[in-house]
């Protein structure tokens, strides 16, 4: 009886330290996961802040960029955050990191529509038509970058570093993140005026030689559209406008953007470069899709230096049946 006893003590014993030793191996790769998954926020939190200085940096002081390589820039720092975006996607949240994973998913979804949206005015901006418009749309983008930066400092930052802490994990914290430069100025729409006025006047409203865009064909899921007369289109699932530009100048011209009014409702697309004499084409979806009969209004926004943009715009009238 002594001996069978011991026996299951030891065997007891035994379990327990299995157990135990399960666990621990359990709650180290726990916490390893949690450590990795804040190590890959802090180095995107890091890249982060410094596009953000690299684009403020040059909002603020051009330096001897012309116009073209002051735009190509942008668009640079503008693809920068579209990555950073889609690594964020793809981080894989463990534990408790769930709230933060999609805190931090709508954070750089804000960031990325903003870049995008900036990076497809600031041609225009810096030129003469239609500048005071693309101005005053970068201005609203500053908002929803302020709305990101606040989002992250509010709930990202406390929920990640809460979950860390609570693992009794240290030293693993995730760091501060605002792409908006600290203060009010950039929110200003004059304050973003009088940043990309200093900057035509520094480096020129254009590159030399002559600038202008024309609208080609302009078609509606394959129906070729004619100003003046109607089209009928099978109404269905989302029709796709699809829109041809020509560059009609002597430059490239970057981050070209295409609007789209469907009764009101403005759509956009941008097509990343046009060489100079080569034409190409951008497709916007119709989202919500129309129905009936319906006025379709394409523009496409003037570059730096185009003197004229009346073959800029057309109208259509199309029946979605």
Request: proline content about 3%.
């Amino acid at each position: 009886m002594l001996r069978r006893g011991l026996a299951l003590g030891g065997g007891l014993i035994l379990l327990i330290l299995i157990v135990l030793g399960v666990k621990g191996c359990l709650d180290a790769r726990a916490n390893r996961a949690l450590s990795d998954y804040a190590r890959n926020v802090t180095q995107i939190a890091e890249e982060t802040e410094q596009t953000s200085k690299a684009f403020f940096s040059k909002l603020s002081d051009p330096g001897t960029l012309s116009v073209t390589e002051f735009v190509a820039e942008v668009n640079a720092d503008r693809s920068a955050m579209d990555n950073y975006a889609s690594r964020v996607d793809g981080l894989s949240a463990p534990g408790d990191m769930g709230n933060a994973q999609n805190a931090l998913e709508l954070t750089y979804e804000l960031r990325s529509s903003a870049m995008t949206e900036i990076a497809s005015k600031i041609s225009t901006a810096l030129g003469d038509a239609g500048s005071a418009r693309a101005t005053a749309a970068i201005a609203r983008q500053m908002q929803k970058l302020l709305a990101a930066d606040v989002l992250y400092a509010n709930v990202v930052r406390p929920e990640i570093n809460g979950v860390l802490a609570s693992n009794g994990i240290e030293g693993s914290d995730v760091p501060k993140s605002a792409f908006l430069p600290e203060g009010t100025k950039w929110l200003e729409e004059s304050s973003v005026s009088s940043a990309l006025g200093a900057i035509s006047s520094s480096t020129g409203a254009a590159t030399p030689g002559v600038h202008g865009l024309g609208l080609g064909g302009v078609s509606v899921s394959g129906t070729e559209l004619v100003e003046g007369g109607a089209a009928t289109v099978a109404a269905g699932e989302t029709p796709e406008v699809e829109v041809e530009v020509e560059n009609q100048g002597e430059s490239t011209e970057n981050g070209v953007t295409v609007t789209v009014t469907v009764d009101g409702t403005e759509l956009q697309g941008t097509i990343e470069s046009i060489a100079a004499g080569e034409t190409s084409s951008v497709s916007i979806p119709l989202t919500p899709a129309p129905s009936g009969e319906a006025t379709l209004e394409v523009d496409v926004e003037t570059v730096p230096g185009e003197q004229v943009s009346e073959n800029n715009e057309a109208s259509y009238t199309v029946s979605f049946e």
